[in-house]
């Protein structure tokens, strides 16, 4: 059983307010990644770290930013929520001791009116 | 680019039966490749992991096979239950090697009808 811990697990916000989305991990692993997907449609890499002050943006282009201050933990920020934003954020890890396999949280499902 | 696409989108089968969810790439090159279970509104469960030099993968009744010169894997399910119902999504690692990205199929969502 992975340890990778997202929240919230469900937000709906207004407009123009500014949201993170928390990803924690509890085994160590190096690289985290963020992934958005919408319903029925494939996952898209947003953004993704390989250690502490390391992030690079993913293959699809996204607003939000994130940060990697401490192993464990890998937040995403929407400073100005839009509706174009309401979809489901998936967190994962990879660690060098886990012969490749990715794990994922249970998703950050985000509705913006 | 690598572009991975899963057929069928979805599939409806009875109990008991075998079934079989296919997964092709366009770029040979890759490092792994992974299969995946995600039930409605959950994150993804890794079900099996086959690497470049590996023919095929088994996890209880779960199968897996990976042919990288045609591009595709199979992912076998024998004796399909109602709790197989979810999606499932194939991954491939390509593009620099440990360090590449993973590159999803849009999924096939099963249902195994009791």
């Known amino acids: 059983e992975a340890d990778i811990y997202q929240t919230p697990r469900y937000l709906v916000i207004g407009t123009g307010k500014k949201i993170t989305l928390e990803c924690s991990q509890t085994?160590?692993?190096?690289?985290m990644y963020w992934y958005q997907q919408d319903p029925g449609m494939e996952l898209h890499l947003i953004h993704y770290?390989?250690?502490?002050?390391?992030?690079e943006k993913g293959d699809l282009s996204s607003e939000s930013t994130v940060s990697r201050i401490r192993t464990e933990h890998f937040p995403l920020t929407l400073e100005s929520a839009r509706p174009s934003h309401t979809s489901q954020y998936l967190c994962?890890?990879?660690?060098?001791?886990?012969?490749?396999?990715?794990?994922f949280g249970e998703g950050s499902w985000l509705t913006v009116v | 680019k690598q572009e991975v696409t899963q057929i069928p989108a979805a599939l409806s089968v009875p109990e008991g039966e075998n079934l079989v969810l296919n997964c092709s790439f366009t770029?040979?090159?890759?490092?792994?490749l992974q299969w995946f279970r995600q039930d409605p509104g959950k994150g993804l469960t890794s079900l099996l992991l086959?690497?470049?030099?590996?023919r095929e993968q088994t996890s209880g009744r779960l199968n897996a096979s990976l042919d990288k010169s045609s591009g595709r894997s199979t992912l076998y399910i024998a004796a399909s239950q109602p709790g197989d119902s979810a999606t499932y999504l194939c991954?491939?690692?390509?593009?620099?090697?440990?360090?590449?990205?993973?590159?999803f199929g849009k999924g096939t969502k099963l249902s195994v009808k009791p």
């Open positions: 994962a890890s990879i660690g060098r001791g886990s012969g490749n396999t990715i794990y």
């Open positions: 085994m160590g692993h190096d690289k």
């Open positions: 770290s390989y250690g502490v002050n390391s992030t």
């Open positions: 770029d040979s090159a890759i490092y792994n």
């Open positions: 086959i690497q470049s030099s590996q």
């Open positions: 991954a491939v690692r390509s593009g620099g090697g440990s360090q590449g990205n993973l590159i």
